[in-house]
Structure formats: C-alpha cells, structure tokens
T-cell receptor, first 114, second 116 residues
C-alpha cells in the first residue's frame, strides 16, 4: 500500500537549534517527494521537492531534504530554526502521472522555544 | 509559477443549505483537479479526483451525492456541499495538475466552511 509516515507528531526545538523532521514512504512507482508547510488557518506552501538527480535538495527558508532510497526516507532539515518556523509540516509523495494525487503524511507540528 | 485560486476563502452557512466552492487555475490548463479535506490538526485527505469533461472519481467513504464535483472547463472545478450539516465543517483544499507536467501539483489557498 502507498503511504507516508511522519513518526513525530510534535517536536519542540529551541530557537537557533538544528531541526530534522522525519519522513518515510512506501510507494510502488518512482516517487516524487515533497515537503509542505502550513501555518494555522492557512493553505500549503511548498518548501522543496525531489524528482531526480542530486539526492540533497535545497528549498526555501533555508530548508533542505535528503532522499535516501535505501531507507525510503526523505527527511527535512534546517541548521538553525527561527521562531517563525513554528508551523505544521507535511511530507507528501506522488507520481508523474496525470491522474495521481499526492499522498500526505499526518504531519509534524513544530514548536520553537525561546 | 502556476497559481490556483479558491473562492470563497471562508463561508458560513446554515444547516440544510448547499454551498459551492470554486477552484480555478489562473495561468495554466488543469487537466486534473483534486479536492482534499482537512479536519483541525489533521492531514489532508483526498476526497475526489476530477478530469475535465468527465465524472469525478471519489475516494472510498466519500458520498458523491453529497459532495458534487464539476470540472466543466480546463481552468475551473467546483465542489458543492449539498444539504450541509455541522459535521461537514472543515477546510477544503483543491489542487490542480497540468497535463504537460504531471509531477507538479499546485494547491489553492483553501476554503474554510463552517456549518451552523
């Protein structure tokens, strides 16, 4: 079955500390991987995506993610977290097919302490 | 980049009435549009997939007679919640794919529906 697992429901990090949000996927076809961020009451903002090529991808707001095929993982990282990064983060997987929707993980809530 | 709009952004309706939500691709032709539903503090759940000019495909457990989806053109899909009840209150998000780049999916800003 196709699925996305985000093992951490809620993470709290100190401002300025590093961050890693975990994402594992199970997908039959070649996966296209995405990370989105959502602030309360807002829509989704795309942070970064991986289709092919270099397995370390850079995104907006200083985020990066690394695709590890052997571990079926696509973890999101940021070296120094800012208070404004507090939000809900969703990992998603899709395919290069017209009628295929993205499958989302359950999300990780990030809190930033001062 | 590709832009998807939704209208309205917020709507409050009385129980038993119907409400229509529009999803538009502003600068590309969307061969496929998707409708998701998000309950508070939960993830996005796919409700249905619609292709222009054909009937929508609904996910298991989604009532097609309650959530009417129309994809009449390559830039517009509508979701009508019929005979709305308080349990239909949710955040509805649409997304769209262009046939030219099927790996890209562009999301609308969402519509907050509150049924009183």
């Amino acid at each position: 079955a196709q699925s996305v697992t985000q093992p951490d429901i809620h993470i709290t990090v100190s401002e300025g500390a590093s961050l890693e949000l975990r994402c594992n996927y199970s997908y039959g076809a070649t996966p296209y991987l995405f990370w989105y961020v959502q602030s309360p009451g807002q829509g989704l903002q795309l942070l970064l995506k991986y289709f092919s090529g270099d397995t370390l991808v850079q995104g907006i707001k200083g985020f990066e993610a690394e695709f590890k095929r052997s571990q079926s993982s696509f973890n999101l990282r940021k070296p120094s977290v800012h208070w404004s990064d507090a939000a809900e983060y969703f990992c998603a997987v899709g395919a290069n097919q017209a009628g295929t929707a993205l499958i989302f993980g359950k999300g990780t809530t990030l809190s930033v302490s001062s | 980049g590709a832009v998807v709009s939704q209208h309205p952004s917020r709507v409050i309706c009385k129980s038993g009435t119907s409400v229509k939500i529009e999803c538009r691709s502003l600068d590309f032709q969307a061969t496929t549009m998707f409708w998701y539903r998000q309950f508070p503090k939960q993830s996005l759940m796919l409700m249905a997939t619609s292709n222009e000019g054909s009937k929508a495909t609904y996910e298991q457990g989604v009532e097609k007679d309650k959530f009417l989806i129309n994809h009449a053109s390559l830039t517009l899909s509508t979701l009508t919640v019929t005979s709305a009840h308080p349990e239909d209150s949710s955040f509805y998000i649409c997304s769209a794919k262009s046939g030219l780049a099927s790996y890209e999916q562009y999301f609308g800003p969402g519509t907050r529906l509150t049924v009183t």
